[in-house]
Structures are given as structure tokens and as C-alpha cells.
């Protein structure tokens, strides 16, 4: 399948259905008044991140995406109905622009979000909606609102904890498949590399990260050259940079003029980028002898400068792999943040900070009733029958009523 990370497209919500100007007509009834219904509301558009979706091939050659209008108003108080909304599945990652004003309208970075990016016009309103007691008889109507339309510019990054940078044939293709279960095309001439790859490497039980493969970069790419700069965009979202050299140098070239050059393009396409976190990697010390590997690591780092991570590899025999990734992982789990806490919409805090508040006084409570047990107060001393218990209270009786005879009237 080919990989798509651009794509411009149309979309144009549904138009609201127009009211109906309709009155009673029934045998014996001669004024049954207005019955006029409104119009149903128009379809809208919606985007949601799909994450079974890797690429926007799906949107290159369906442009234009269309919802249906509103069915207007019938008598009889028969309202129109409204019109289906329209879905459109996207890959986690993907920003929706303007394209007329380059405005960002969206950005899918949650797997199930949904957001509205073109609403369906309301319905009109019908003359059963103007009736009022001093207006019987009303043949006012309004057509439906029109919905919105407008012509999208869809950009995709991908989501990735780590990315891998260099020339070409340094060896990320291989790197990835020698850390994860990605299988990119490998082979031994420049640009092998077409789209980005993602592989999900893992450090062990539960404990994984994502890593993404771009084709290399080359000397002038920001300004064009090659293919890498129409995917370095990938690289805005990770975390961490694995930048690859080639330190054999088996074509003669210099390991530290080229990596050199790489990071002076990174700079020159985005100054965020360049600041970005980033480690070296030395692959291909199995292509150089055992007795010149440290002198030639010594003199690699001295000559950049570097003082970053550092890490001695050969992906095509795996050696030195397991440290690098373990590190990363504890790299990438140090940089994620923390969930944030449920706000209680009760008190305007967080559910955890409402429990501890709860639980602390709970604990003070019972802290205070052992202290006074400690100190014999008299509240809290078991009750005594024969000697604490208070005497019965006297019982009164009731008083008694003399009762009233009816006197009789004399005979």
C-alpha cells in the first residue's frame, strides 16, 4: 500500500430543510388552523482517529465528501427529517487545516476522537411556529440555513517515541528490524527508503516505545534535496532523536563530516527539531577491526564535541542492541507525563486530593478519641448500672376528670 501523508479534499454539510406554510383542512372542521411543520437539519461532517489507519491514500482519490440536505416540512404537523451525519475515518496523528486560511481546525491525536469540522444548516421554521393567539392564521415560512463547506488541507505525523535520522545506507532500516517486528525493504543502494516505518520495540514485560524509520537525509535536503525532507515532519512528535552513523567509512568518506552536515540540516529545516533531544549512534563496528574500535569512537567524539549519549552497535549482528534499548525506554518513560487526576465536580478539585482530605480526617478523629481515652475523660468511660445510671424519673398520674352530667330538664 502506498504511504500518503498529504492530501487536500472538500467537504460540504447538508442544508437545512425549508418550513411548510400548510392549514387543517378536515370535513367539519373549516378552522383547524395552521399545521405546517419545519425542515429537518442538514448532515455535518466529522473526523475521527481511526488507529487502524496508518496513511491518507484514502483521501487521494475521494475529494469531495458531501452530506445529504434536510427533508422539509409536510402538514398535518409533520416535521422534515434530518439528514445522516457524515464520518470521516482518519490515522491517529492526522492535522486538518483551512485550506484558504492555513487556520488548524483539528488535531487527532487520541484514538476514538471525534470533531465536528463542517455543520449541517438548521431546518426552517414552519407556520405552526408563528401561530400565537393574536396570530390564527399564519403563512409565514423560512427556508432552511444553508451548511458549511469548505476545502481542507489534511497533514499526517505519525506518532512515534523515537526516530531514527541519518544518510542514507547508515543503517535505520536495519536498526528497526533488528529491535522490533518491522520488515522494511533493505538494500545496498541509497534511498532503499522510501515512507516512513514504525516498528514497536519491546524493552520487556509491558514496557514498550514505538520507533519510526525515515529515509535518509543528504547534504542541501533542507532546501529540497532527496526525499527526507518531505518526512521530517514525522519527527516533530517524538521525543527522542537516534541520529545513525555509518562509522566503517568503507567508501572512504568521514564519519564526522557527515554527521555534522546532517545536524546542520535539521537546524536549517526547523530550529524545534534541532533542539530536540538526541543520541549518537555508531553502527557498523562489526565492518571495523576489534583493536581500531575504541580509538575510533575516541576520535569520532572528540572531533564533534559530543557530549550526549553514546552508543557502539552493529545492527547486522546485534551487538550492543539490548543496552541501547533499555536506556531509551527508561528515556522515553521519564519523558511522558503523569495522568492527569478527575476533577470532582463538586468541590472543584481532584478526586485524589478529596480522598486523602477524607482518609486525614477520618485519621484525626480517631487519633482524638484515643487521646481522650488515654486521659480518662469522662464522655468516654463505659456506663456504670448500678452507680452511673441515672434514676428513673418519677411517674406522675394522670389527674382524674371529673365527668359532667347532662343536666335532664325537669319534667
Sequence with gaps: MKFVDEATIEIAAGNGGAGCASFRREKFIPFGGPDGGDGGRGGSVYAVADRNLNTLIDFRYARKHEARNGEPGRGSDQFGAAAEDIVLRMPVGTIVRDAETDEVLAELLVPGEQVL??????GGFGNLHFKSSTNRAPRQKTPGWPGERKALKLELRVLADVGLLGLPNAGKSTLITAISNARPKIADYPFTTLHPNLGVVRAGPERS???????GLIEGAADGAGLGHLFLRHLQRTRLLLHVVDLSGFD?????????GIVKELRKYDEQLYDKPRWIVLNKLDMVPAEERAAKVKDFVKRMRWKGPVFEISALAREGLDPMVQAIYDFVAAQKA????????????DAETVAAAVKAAAAAEVAQVA?????DDPRFRPLDEAEDAPAAAPVRKPRATRSRKKEQPDA
Design 209 to 215: 516505545f514505538v520507533v519510526a524509520d525515515l529515509p
Design 117 to 122: 469540522l463542517a455543520k449541517g444548516g438548521d
Design 371 to 375: 487521646a481522650a481515652e488515654a486521659t
Design 252 to 260: 572512504g568518506s568521514d564519519p564526522v563530516a557527515q554527521a555534522k
Design 338 to 349: 503523569p495522568p492527569v487526576p478527575e476533577v470532582d465536580p463538586r468541590f472543584g478539585v
